[in-house]
């Protein structure tokens, strides 16, 4: 339940308590549920519990409470398992009696729906990069065997700093269809502004209903308007089934061609004409950002999506999952040197990394060239994995030969990546490492050839 949905249910005074957490204040309200924003104080964090309307508030309507009970169940069934860095994590599920309710990862900030009014338009650069992460996040979502099926502005959370989206959660999984399961879930669900043509049939659903329905929502963040409006459903449905909604470049200045044919290719009415998978969608996306086919700001700095496909091409992260990936992208530091400059001196000590992005270096001992390392290579790891101090002295200098752009972590940040993550870096630190003493070997004609 986003922050701000349409109320339609009197506020009850604020409870001090749900379970075992201590509400801090009330987030929203909605027809079946409300959110709160809570604090678990043993795990010392804050949380979102969207709670149910318990039966008596919700009136006369004999559907309602069967309905609120799969939506719960459907979203219960996810706890836990869905780990991404773009989908709200569900924590808990407690199925209480009067009023159940699920606790949920906070995310400060508002939703998408706040940003498709004509007066606050994104940039479009800056909406290309939602659209990428909503694409990841959905592609992994899917394989999980999930489609969401109500993938509208309101669903999707957006962190902001100073007034600027920087990440962005999808949210709500009440609607979700579980491909794998065999219990009785709720059909035809979801928001009809944003509903494919095959969703409103009731028929057989894939990952390209989703797909329509993140076209849909770019469409609106681009234009400030749904593709399209009708004075009553039953024509909303009609538009859905037979029109083309109005181009883009109509409704807004500077839409360049790729971006509309993309958001057009995702609205089409027949799932066939629509990308064929999440990848091709989010790398779409990405071209649209890496080939400078949509405005940029003056002092727009590298966007995640760039940055996402960079370390995609390089052979060092070759391994690296989705999820992986992005956290690098959030977690590493990205520098920008020139030529000549040190990223190490014989001598000095440290526990820092880099991995090379863009560019190359020189390693030289006592002036000679002694190698030379491009993009998809590390330096400096020998440092970062040595056991003793001793060992962490840099025996050559590494300098800059071509301008560079390089990843890098140090001991603070390094911990800051998931368990997993790590893991995936040692194993790319071990195979770095072989690979170099093979070559050892073969320059100094060892007679054991490492293969």
Not at 255 to 280: C, F, G, I, M, S
Not at 321 to 344: C, I, K, S, T
Request: net charge neutral.
């Amino acid at each position: 339940m986003p922050a701000d949905a349409a109320a339609s249910v009197p506020a009850a005074p604020l409870p001090r308590a749900i379970g075992k957490y201590r509400v801090l204040s009330r987030l929203g309200e909605g027809a079946t549920s409300e959110v709160f924003l809570a604090r678990d104080d043993f795990l010392g964090r804050e949380v979102a519990i969207k709670r149910a309307h318990p039966v008596a508030a919700l009136g006369g309507d004999i559907t309602m409470p069967q309905l609120q009970a799969r939506y719960f169940a459907a979203e219960a069934a996810l706890v836990g398992k869905l780990q991404h860095p773009n989908v709200v994590q569900i924590l808990d599920a407690v199925p209480d009696a009067k009023a159940p309710y699920l606790v949920m990862e906070y995310v400060p900030g508002t939703t998408l729906r706040h940003f498709c009014r004509p007066d606050r338009l994104l940039p479009l650069e800056q909406i290309v990069e939602i659209g990428f992460k909503c694409a990841m996040a959905l592609g992994y979502v899917h394989r999980q065997g999930l489609i969401h099926r109500d993938v509208k502005p309101a669903n999707v959370l957006a962190l902001l700093q100073r007034e600027q989206v920087v990440d962005i959660k999808i949210s709500d999984f009440g609607s979700v269809l579980q491909l794998e399961s065999d219990r009785t879930q709720v059909f035809r669900v979801g928001s009809l502004s944003y509903m494919s043509p095959e969703q409103l049939d009731g028929a057989a659903l894939d990952a390209r209903s989703d797909m329509y329905s993140l076209g849909a929502v770019l469409y609106h963040l681009v234009s400030g308007r749904a593709p399209f409006d009708a004075p009553t459903q039953a024509a909303l449905m009609g538009q859905i089934y037979t029109a083309a909604p109005p181009p883009l470049a109509s409704l807004r200045e500077g839409v360049p061609e790729a971006l509309e044919a993309l958001v057009h290719a995702a609205l089409a009415k027949r799932a066939q004409e629509r990308p064929a998978t999440w990848e091709d969608f989010a790398q779409r996306l990405a071209e649209l950002v890496s080939r400078r086919l949509i405005p940029m700001g003056r002092l727009q700095a590298p966007l995640d999506s760039e940055r996402f496909g960079l370390l995609r091409t390089l052979e060092f992260f070759g391994e690296f999952d989705d999820v992986a990936l992005w956290e690098v992208v959030h977690r590493a530091r990205w520098q920008r040197f020139p030529v000549g400059h040190a990223l190490y001196r014989k001598g000095e000590q440290g526990t820092s990394f880099h991995i090379l992005a863009q560019g190359e270096v020189e390693v030289r001992r006592d002036g000679e060239i002694t190698a030379r390392l491009g993009a998809g290579t590390s330096v400096g790891e020998m440092a970062y994995l040595a056991p003793s101090p001793e060992l962490r002295t840099y025996s050559s200098d590494v300098l800059v030969a071509q301008p560079c752009i390089t990843v890098s972590f140090t001991p603070e940040t390094l911990p800051q990546l998931s368990a997993s993550t790590r893991q995936l870096f040692d194993a790319a630190f071990i195979r770095v490492l072989v690979r170099r003493l093979h070559a050892a070997h073969e320059a100094l004609a060892h007679p054991r050839r490492i293969v």
